[in-house]
């Protein structure tokens, strides 16, 4: 698998993401996306979706786990994201609400 980059899309460097949104900045508001939970939770998914096949023999229930979803359903999570941005949004965020060891021991996923 291919290293993460630290790079912003559409950037050489990351000084060069910070001179744009400085400039930005400058001459409007910028705009960050909205409520992830609230758009998992309007797709309605099921435990099932929630596993995936990745996670479909998991001992604990995982539904409600929405930082999974980039794992199991990553195209809802795009879409979710693709949306804000074609809302208007100049920035979406990660999916990793409770992305730590201790929200996960809920699930029993801190190993994840």
Known sequence: ??????IPAGFTSRRAATEYIE???NKRIMF??????????DLRL???????????DHKKDLKGNNDLLV???PKCIYEIHRNYLLAGADFVETNTFSGTTIAQADYAAEAI
């Open 23 to 25: 400039s930005e900045l």
């Open 1 to 6: 698998m291919a290293p993460i980059s630290t």
């Open 46 to 56: 099921s435990e099932e979706d929630f596993r995936g096949e990745r996670f479909k």
């Open 71 to 73: 794992l199991t359903q």
């Open 32 to 41: 960050l996306d909205g409520a992830m939970g609230t758009q998992i939770q």
